[in-house]
């Protein structure tokens, strides 16, 4: 079948009083170059430069020629021209159109765009443990709530992280992409987009994504080792409080076998064991158990760059700061 490769306006973006008509694959757009030029530098260069007097014009207009996709030149563009349609955090935006507006804008040089952007990824890619635990798999992305397909969307965030140097958004990122499931695995190594947008990893961050996986998996370990820790002394309940804790034990155990995994931080309260704890613990045993459970998942939060071969949290926080800030 033939495909038609004839030009298409965008008609919303299509500004019959401006002079610049933008072309990306077989998208036009007709913007105010004055207006591109006062928010890129970029812009402002590639317009700069005289048109020769036999250039390509469309309704009177020189044309500009783009190799980017045309799913991200809409929405650049509509970030520059639409003051309502990419609005600061907490607003709700699509997840697509973030990838799209950070790669433009970094591409470009937009910094407020720039800025914007990857404040909506890191309110949902955190770099404390306290803004983990606070998301409660909530997310100000309006479509991806029920996305199940978490593979291609973290993957899609890394390979952008790697490219405009957003470095604080990947322990997240490969902790979520962690699995040690067959299937997983191999989709996770086989994905190259994620809604028509590019999303793949690259040689050095697959061989990244099995190594963290496979340590990621280890620290269930860690997180659970409280159940059968027999350091807590003076019991009021004795063998009452271990049998307990050996229940709740089974329950974690059970639980990992059927889940694909791994996921240490959120363990415990996945598998359900803190009520048998309540329950049937004394006072004391159940204080001490909540507060060495809450030091080991801070140590595995705090391991995660490391895993990931980054630097350090704060060194990670400082260079998210210098990013975000005005």
């Not at 495909?3 to 973006?13: A, G």
């Amino acid at each position: 079948m033939d495909v038609d490769n004839t030009p298409t306006r965008v008609e919303e973006l299509w500004f019959s009083d401006s002079g610049l008509v933008v072309q990306a694959e077989q998208s036009l757009f007709r913007v105010s170059g004055a207006v591109l030029a006062a928010r890129s530098p970029i812009f402002k260069d590639m317009l700069s430069f005289m048109q020769p007097p036999d250039a390509e014009t469309i309704d009177g207009c020189p044309v500009v020629r783009l190799p980017d996709l045309a799913i991200d030149i809409t929405c650049f563009f509509r970030a520059i021209f639409d003051s309502s349609f990419f609005e600061s955090y907490p607003a709700q935006v699509d997840f697509v159109d973030v990838l799209s507006i950070l790669r433009c804008s970094d591409k470009y040089e937009v910094e407020y765009l720039r800025r914007r952007a990857l404040v909506h990824l890191s309110y949902n890619f955190p770099t404390t443990l306290s803004a983990f635990d606070a998301q409660e798999s909530s997310t100000n992305f309006d479509d991806i709530q029920d996305v199940d397909d978490r593979t291609s969307v973290c993957i899609a965030v890394i390979q952008l992280a790697r490219q405009t140097n957003a470095l604080w958004l990947l322990p997240k990122a490969f902790y979520e992409l962690a699995t040690t499931d067959n299937e997983t695995i191999r989709g996770a190594l086989q994905c190259t987009t994620f809604n028509g947008q590019p999303a793949t990893l690259s040689a050095n961050d697959e061989m990244l994504f099995l190594t963290s996986s496979l340590h990621i998996s280890r620290l269930e370990g860690d997180v659970v080792s409280f159940l059968h820790c027999t350091n807590r002394l003076p019991c009021a309940k004795g063998d009452i409080c271990s049998i307990a804790r050996l229940r709740a034990l089974a329950q974690v155990q059970t639980y990992i076998s059927n889940v694909v995994g791994p996921i240490p931080l959120d363990l415990c309260e996945l598998a359900s064991v803190w009520d048998g704890l309540l329950e049937n613990c004394c006072v004391g045993c159940y204080v001490w158990l909540q507060d060495t459970h809450a030091r080991a998942r801070q140590s595995i939060w705090d391991k995660l760059p490391g895993i990931c071969e980054l630097p350090p949290w704060p060194e990670l926080e400082k260079m998210k700061a210098d990013a975000l800030k005005d």
